[in-house]
């Protein structure tokens, strides 16, 4: 190995692409970049009032050259000869249609336009209807194939979506060949091996979202998927029976890539995962810590040996999966629909009649810098409130439940609310809710006999709020430490690189030598701690009655 490695960690999320550059033999991370969505960032092909969500593939593939290009012209021009890896983390399940040879159908000018021919992203919940019945199906069936889910399975995830485009848009369901998760594309993009048959499939994704297992021989069977509907007959041999872990190898970047990014063509790139279990890795997850990913929602992973729990089912949860965080150990999520969306609900909410009135009288640079603060000075003044047993209450469930027991249907409540309610209480009652939804998970995990002992935080609410980690820590009643890392996903996409590539043995190796450390600790205050209890009892009284 040469004296000098670097590797990129690529991290695509709800808004982004992040690339992290990093020197592998001491984790200094060199340079970064992010790179958003061109066309997601003007609201195209979505419509929320349906809860629909879709990007373009051309939005990845530009973004992603990019931020890579940028990273690398942002270091000494031999660095990008150094280059020896990169690995990828995307948001999940965002699963799209592809032809024979593995392009998605958006990217045919006859389908370009047309968002069933695109990712749907992980928040699309347009398939309801569709979850419920292979929920229904799966009670009944020979082999319950969401055993491994938590018991439910989710209109977010891959075969709810899959079928809900084929029923609705018969120009796609004839034009498609297979289905790939947008974590899967992108190696295969890069390595130039698209063919949906041959294409390494990530078992992060796979065994979370597909409900692959090797107890069932890899996916559900044929006979099921088409008694479900027989519109999805014959599309299980155009899928795949493998699955691979993230630290194994997709392939070699291929002449076109190496040219356009200006890279060496012998650069190595990893299988891909889920965002969230790339960046609990890069926070250097151990058995029985939840990672909690903090953004647009949250995603908890925990990880936890096999020998022990290896076949111990957890219900209500997104999925457990062995090897999807860590080789060797089982890799266990849960999470919820709406964080950060929910506070920016709330700030778009105050904001819509300002924008009517103060449209022509404010420069750009004016009114993003009032859009900009709001949420930050709703939070400081909400920190001086005290906790009382007569404050607003509210449920978090503004884009559904995700866990514990997945029901999109649900939606998010503000009561107690009287006169003297002002912008502020409300704001702190949305943030409790928050953290009264991650406690609710927690309790799940302890409940089915899954030790939590401590909680790490990484994702852009982590570092941006004060006071909703402050309130998470005392409704947890546990410290939350913060990992420094302001890319813990992408990070974690470099530390797989460097054992892909060959500098490291393993990816434990890898954690150990690329760690980025903690920046911060938030420590539960007691006495707000003891009347939160209080609280959470009464939210999960409201919940019950709303739910």
């Given at each position: 190995m040469s004296q000098l490695a670097y590797v990129i960690g690529l991290d695509f999320g709800t808004d982004s692409v992040r690339a992290l550059l990093v020197n592998a033999l001491t984790g200094e991370e060199m340079a970064t970049s992010v790179s958003h969505y061109k066309r997601w960032a003007k609201g195209l092909y979505c419509n929320p009032n349906l809860s629909q969500y879709r990007q373009h593939p051309s939005d990845y593939i530009e973004s992603m050259e990019d931020c890579i290009k940028a990273v690398l012209s942002l270091v000494a021009p031999e660095i990008s000869s150094l280059v020896k890896g990169i690995s990828i983390a995307t948001t999940g399940s965002t699963p799209a249609p592809v032809n024979e040879s593995g392009i998605p159908l958006a990217l045919l000018p006859e389908y370009s336009e047309n968002p069933n021919a695109m990712f749907i992203l992980w928040k699309d919940h347009t398939a309801v209807k569709e979850?419920?019945?292979?929920?229904?199906?799966a009670s009944g069936w020979i082999i319950d194939y969401t055993k491994y889910s938590g018991g439910i399975y989710?209109?977010?995830?891959?075969?709810?979506?899959?079928?809900?485009?084929?029923?609705?848009?018969?120009?796609?369901?004839?034009?498609?060949?297979?289905?790939?998760?947008?974590?899967?594309?992108?190696?295969?993009?890069?390595t130039g091996n698209t063919d949906p048959l041959k294409a390494k499939r990530s078992r992060c994704a796979a065994g979370h979202k597909a409900m692959w297992h090797a107890e069932f021989n890899g996916l559900p069977s044929e006979e099921f998927l088409t008694k479900l509907d027989s519109k999805l007959k014959g599309l299980r041999k155009n899928l795949y029976d493998d699955s691979y872990t993230t630290d194994e190898l997709a392939g070699i970047i291929s002449q076109e890539?190496?040219?356009?990014?200006?890279?060496?063509?012998?650069?190595?790139?990893?299988v891909g995962a889920i965002d969230a279990h790339v960046g609990a890795v890069g926070a250097c997850i151990e058995p029985y810590s939840m990672v909690k990913v903090m953004g647009t929602s949250t995603c908890d992973i925990l990880v936890v040996p096999l020998e022990k729990h290896?076949?111990?089912?957890?219900?209500?949860?997104?999925?457990?999966?062995?090897g999807s965080v860590l080789p060797g150990m089982l890799g266990m999520e849960a999470g919820q629909s709406a964080f950060g969306d929910m506070f920016h609900w709330f700030r778009n909410l105050l904001i819509s009649p300002l924008k009517e009135l103060l449209l022509n009288k404010l420069s750009q640079h004016e009114w993003d810098e009032i859009v900009d603060n709001i949420l930050p000075m709703l939070g400081q003044k909400a920190f001086e409130l005290p906790v009382l047993r007569s404050d607003e209450l509210s449920l978090d469930w503004i884009n559904g439940r995700r866990t514990p027991d997945a029901d999109m249907s649900l939606s998010a409540a503000i009561t107690r609310i009287n006169l003297g309610s002002d912008a502020v209480s409300i704001f702190k009652s949305l943030v409790e809710a928050t953290a009264f939804g991650s406690k609710a998970i927690i309790d799940r995990f302890t409940e089915e006999g899954i030790a939590v002992n401590s909680i790490i935080a990484v994702g852009g609410i982590s570092k941006k709020s004060d006071f909703v980690m402050q309130t998470l820590a005392n409704i947890l009643r546990l410290p939350i430490k913060v990992v420094s890392s302001e890319q813990a996903g992408a990070l974690g996409s470099c530390m797989f690189a460097a054992t892909i590539a060959g500098i490291y043995p393993t990816i434990s190796h890898a954690q150990k030598s690329m760690s980025s450390k903690f920046a911060t600790v938030y420590t539960p205050y007691e006495e707000k701690a003891k009347n939160y209890e209080i609280l959470y009892k009464e939210y999960l009284n409201l919940g019950s009655k709303l739910s």
């Open positions: 979850a419920d019945e292979i929920n229904q199906l989710s209109p977010e995830w891959f075969w709810s979506k899959i079928l809900h485009i084929v029923r609705n848009d018969e120009k796609i369901k004839q034009a498609v060949f297979s289905w790939i998760e947008h974590c899967d594309w992108m190696p295969a993009l890069l890539w190496a040219q356009r990014l200006g890279l060496p063509d012998t650069v190595v790139i990893g290896k076949n111990q089912l957890i219900k209500g949860i997104c999925g457990q999966v062995e």
